[in-house]
């Protein structure tokens, strides 16, 4: 069971393009992650944020966590091929405080040449 | 090692056989976790680890299921009598500390195995 609703579920865009891919819940979180998944392989972290209307960039990309830590975006700017993978947004709450993360269905992104 | 290494990468079992899957965290690593993930979906929380003492096993879909860590480093996670829903990836993930919900750390993920019962 997902508590995390990510959309949209596919999207393929041009090399050069913007993106934005969301992440909603109903629950308040603690902290949040965004996750880039190729195929084969595990997750790795992009980011972790933790205070509501946060926003951190890392080079192209910008994440948001929303005022009431219930949602969070993940933008992309000139999107490059090697952006593609799966996008997953994991959520921690507070009553698992050691750790254990909500993971959402993901966003599958391709970035076409 | 450099990363979490999980072995076999793949394994297809017949239904009803017993697997057994390995994970080596990373050197020193405090906190181990494995998450299952069915194809098209985001990993799903099994069973965590601090140590060798296993915290959180609710995530576990049935008694077929067992995980162990005995020496705090290396773990295993078992399922007995595999069944065709158990085709999944498992991903085994690592942390080098006993993780607070507001840490920037995240999870080092091994690549997983692809366990496939027909």
């Known amino acids: 069971t997902q508590l995390l609703e990510q959309s949209p579920q596919f999207l393929s865009i041009q090399e050069g393009e913007n993106l934005t891919v969301y992440c909603n819940s109903s629950?308040?979180?603690?902290?949040l992650q965004w996750y880039r998944q190729e195929p084969g392989e595990g997750p790795v972290l992009l980011v972790t944020v933790v205070t509501g209307g946060e926003v951190k960039k890392l080079k192209r990309l910008t994440f948001q966590f929303g005022d009431a830590r219930k949602d969070s975006s993940l933008h992309i700017t000139a999107a490059q091929p090697g952006d593609t993978g799966l996008y997953l947004c994991a959520g921690g709450s507070i009553a698992d405080s050691w750790g254990k993360f909500q993971f959402g269905a993901g966003t599958q992104v391709v970035v076409t040449p | 090692g450099a990363g979490v290494s999980q072995s076999p990468r793949y394994k297809v079992a017949k239904r009803g056989q017993d697997v057994a899957l390995r994970c080596d965290p990373i050197?020193?690593?405090?906190?181990l976790f494995w998450y299952q993930q069915a194809l098209g979906q985001g990993p799903e929380f099994l069973t965590y680890f601090q140590n060798e003492a296993q915290l959180d096993k609710s995530g576990l879909p049935s008694d077929r299921f067992f995980a162990e860590r005995p020496e705090g480093s290396v773990s295993t996670l078992k399922i007995q009598r595999t069944q065709q829903e158990d085709s999944a990836v498992y991903l085994c993930?690592?942390?080098?500390?006993?993780?607070?919900?507001?840490?920037?750390?995240?999870?080092?993920f091994g690549s997983g195995t692809r366990l496939t019962v027909v």
């Open positions: 629950s308040v979180f603690s902290s």
């Open positions: 993930a690592s942390s080098p500390q006993l993780l607070s919900i507001l840490t920037t750390y995240g999870y080092t």
């Open positions: 050197s020193g690593h405090v906190s």
